[in-house]
Nanobody, 124 residues
Framework: QVQLVESGGGLVQAGDSLRLSCLFS????????MGWFRQALGKEREFVAA????????YYADSAKGRFTISRDNAKNTVTLQMTALKPEDTAVYYC????WGPGHFRAIEYEYWGQGTQVTASS
């Protein structure tokens, strides 16, 4: 069974940076496309970024392009989301997700496994 554990969330000022990490265990990490999603209070869960199992190729929501960078370390079974120039509208619970052999889906329903989430708050 795959387990995902996010870390690195917190309270920052607008304009600051934050680095989220997700530790994967239970299966062959290198076979999974990894995604980051977020859900703000009262809103639907939305795609942020994904990195494919092969290549790897990266994919970003428009809101993340130019500010966020997703990367993976297959030796450490870890996927990271580096966030810069944070805005108050980035405030949300951020979730890590895994999709076996996935092509880099932006739809949450395509991901089989999810972490518990980590809170990110960017205050103005």
């Amino acid at each position: 069974q795959v387990q995902l554990v996010e870390s690195g969330g917190g309270l920052v000022q607008a304009g600051d940076s934050l680095r989220l990490s997700c530790l994967f265990s239970g299966r062959a990490f290198s076979s999974y496309t990894m995604g980051w999603f977020r859900q703000a209070l009262g809103k639907e869960r939305e795609f942020v970024a994904a990195i494919s199992w092969n290549g790897p190729s990266t994919y970003y929501a428009d809101s993340a392009k130019g500010r966020f960078t997703i990367s993976r370390d297959n030796a450490k079974n870890t996927v990271t989301l580096q966030m810069t120039a944070l805005k108050p509208e980035d405030t949300a619970v951020y979730y890590c997700a895994a999709d076996l052999w996935g092509p880099g889906h932006f739809r949450a329903i395509e991901y089989e496994y999810w972490g518990q989430g980590t809170q990110v708050t960017a205050s103005s």
